[in-house]
């Protein structure tokens, strides 16, 4: 089945968004798929040659026609899902929402806050983990989409209309967030870690598809991979901004910030 996923294979800001793009363009994609939460964001250039960036729907919806899918395992900030849909001037023609998807709750991020979390390994601090442990946890506390009355309008079967996509040998690209070097099972770094796992299978799992629908998976790397500054784990062979800008020939005080954090 024409399903591409798209991985990152250090520890985010490899450029998924930008490859994304690019596929879903050059396979006319029906779909594109933005799994994860707002934890992490993803950037691309626009036709007038401005970044721009987004930290709930998939970057890829800028491919002309495609449809924005937040399968089960997305976890919505309905705030930012607003704003960013709103940017883009998207309707429920273009932007999907599964019944099932958790929802981050303004406590989500002040727990993550209070506990430390952010100055102990660097965490962004969102509440997408928070959020994911009371979906594991299954109280009484869990919001999904379908309960919250903003994403109404958006609310889909995102599993059968997808499988109907597929039926019709039409493409979907999955856009996998952060990296595989940040999985909490398979990173190699625990506990400097995010909450879920980062691979290629874990991002199909949850869209909500199955393994023998991938006929593609894009892992992208950069020839100096980043971690978001200050506590949130090792970096080996580690050099400064400065260094880096010399020996590309950039100006001196040249840096890049990360999307969610502007760290």
């Not at 442990?133 to 309008?153: F, T, W, Y």
């Not at 609310?155 to 209309?161: G, K, P, V």
């Not at 971690?227 to 260094?243: I, Y």
Request: charged share 25%.
């Amino acid at each position: 089945m024409p399903v591409s996923v798209v991985v990152g294979g250090q520890y985010g800001s490899e450029g998924k968004g930008k490859v994304a793009l690019a596929l879903a363009r050059e396979k006319a994609a029906h779909c594109v798929v933005r799994v994860g939460g707002t934890n992490s964001g993803h950037t691309i250039i626009d036709e007038r040659g401005e970044p721009r960036s987004f930290r709930q729907l998939p970057a890829s919806v800028f491919a002309k026609d495609t449809i924005a899918v937040l399968p089960p395992g997305a976890l919505i900030d309905v705030d930012i899902f607003e704003k960013e849909v709103a940017e883009l001037g998207l309707g429920p023609d273009r932007v999907k929402v599964s019944p099932f998807a958790s929802l981050i709750s303004p406590e989500d991020r002040e727990k993550e806050r209070s506990t430390g979390l952010v100055d102990r390994i660097g965490s962004t601090g969102s509440g997408t983990g928070a959020a994911l442990v009371r979906r594991i946890d299954r109280g009484s506390a869990v919001r999904l989409a379908k309960g919250e009355p903003r994403l109404h309008p958006y609310i889909d079967d995102t599993a059968r209309m997808m499988r109907d996509v597929l039926t019709k040998n039409e493409r979907i690209v999955i856009e996998g967030s952060q990296g595989s070097g940040l999985s909490v099972l398979h990173g190699g770094f625990y506990p400097h870690a995010t909450s879920r796992d980062t691979t290629a299978a874990a991002f199909v799992s949850e869209a909500g598809l199955s393994p023998f629908d991938v006929d593609e998976i894009v892992l992208v790397l950069r020839a100096h991979p980043i971690r978001v500054a200050g506590t949130s784990g090792p970096l080996e062979d580690e050099m400064s901004w400065k260094d880096l800008a010399a020996e590309a020939g950039l100006s001196e005080d040249y840096q890049e910030l990360t999307t969610a954090t502007k760290k």
